[in-house]
């Protein structure tokens, strides 16, 4: 997730328990009759939810909700190398652990986020990377910060985040930054390759935004996939992150013409962050429900694997930091909770919950 995608929005104006019903025998029949239920529809795709550790350990809902509702958990901090590795020499792993044993006593994936991010500001990266200025020296920070954190989760988190955000902000190029500059344009390869190595059985993605909004971006995305896939490179899925807004219109066919594009290149494909805030302009919920309802349509009529929602209760959304309003434009003029995700702020659920579980549940 990276505030990068405000300058986009600027441009742009728990499945059920099959169970079975047994007739008891007549006393007139010579033999027993049985009829069973039909059995209950099972979801089609994950649902996912990005949460924290603190809020999943306090009296917060939230890990009751996601307990209950949800099939895989993505951390939304905890394991990227701001916290795991805040110095050269510190590993940091309270909240991540937590977070995995969670999942592991919840019965429910877990989607590690992430290993090679390269915002330069906020959670990207801690300083010490980026002052490890010597490219040898960096590579092999990278290469051992990878293999130290999927070998330390090794068959306990099911996929990763490998690479988060390649793509520059506005456009199909590669993002020029600090692992492009020393890694080379093969950053990525390495990447994956080193992940392939820590362990064998996790799934390695691709996570990137605003691909929705930008078909240049989209187009770039699939060439990418293209590239690595034919080179024989370890990689099993594309993330589409899918921040939306009311006040930048999804064209229609956007999310699903491109998961239908990179399905067929051989990777399965996920919509990782989504959420949806109320437009500044028009703050209709219906609206909302519509653009929920959308989303999911087009993530399961092409063959979407999971969705994930960016948060778990319109409480802790990211969207409502003041910190976030002030770098995103669109948001600066929210003088109201933005409420962008599928329970409410006391955990209940809302119209959207129903609409996503009613298209992940189709058959």
């Known amino acids: ?197 820590a362990d064998p059985d996790a799934e390695l993605w691709i996570n990137e ?18 590239g690595l896939k034919g080179r024989g490179v370890p990689l099993d899925g594309v993330g589409l992150q899918t921040h939306l807004f009311l006040d930048a219109p999804l064209p229609a066919g956007a999310i699903a013409d491109l998961i239908g594009g990179l399905r067929e290149l051989g990777v399965d494909v996920a919509l990782t962050e989504v959420d949806v805030p109320g437009g500044s302009a028009n703050r209709d919920p219906t609206a909302q429900q519509a653009l929920w309802k959308q989303v999911a349509d087009e993530c399961v009529a092409a063959g979407c694997v999971e969705l994930t929602t960016w948060g778990v209760t319109d409480a802790s959304t990211w969207l409502d930091s003041p910190t976030v309003r002030a770098g995103i434009p669109f948001l600066e003029s929210f003088t109201v909770p933005t409420r962008p995700l599928l329970f409410d702020e006391s955990g209940q659920a809302k119209p959207a919950f129903d609409i996503i579980e009613e298209a992940l549940t189709r058959r």
Not at 39 to 52: F, H, I, N
Not at 58 to 79: G, I, K, Q, W
Not at 209 to 226: F, G, H, I, Q, S
Request: charged residues 20%; hydrophobic residues 40%; glycine residues 6%.
């Open 209 to 226: 935004n605003a691909t929705e909004y930008l078909p240049a971006k989209a187009d770039a995305l699939v060439e990418l996939v293209r």
């Open 1 to 197: 997730m990276s505030l990068l995608v405000s300058s986009v929005l600027a441009l742009s104006s728990c499945s059920t328990d099959r169970t079975a019903a047994t007739a008891p025998p007549t006393t007139t029949a010579t033999t027993a009759t049985t009829t069973s239920a039909a059995p209950a529809p099972q979801r089609v795709a994950r649902l996912g939810a990005a949460v924290s550790a603190e809020r999943l350990a306090s009296a917060e809902p939230d890990a009751e909700l996601v307990a209950r509702h949800f099939d895989s958990v993505t951390p939304e901090n905890a394991m990227k190398w701001s916290t795991t590795r805040p110095s050269a020499t510190t590993w940091n792993w309270v909240g991540a652990d937590a977070i995995v044993e969670f999942a592991e006593r919840s019965g429910l994936d877990v989607r590690g986020h992430t290993l090679v991010w390269g915002q330069p500001s906020g959670n990207g990266m801690p300083p010490w990377l980026k002052e490890t200025l010597n490219p040898a020296d960096f590579t092999a920070a990278v290469l051992d910060g990878i293999d130290t954190q999927v070998t330390r989760y090794r068959g306990r988190v099911q996929r990763w985040d490998v690479v988060n955000e390649p793509f520059e902000a506005l456009s199909g190029e590669l993002q020029k930054n600090v692992f492009f500059e020393r890694m080379g344009p093969d950053y990525i390869e390495q990447a994956l390759r080193a992940a392939r190595a």
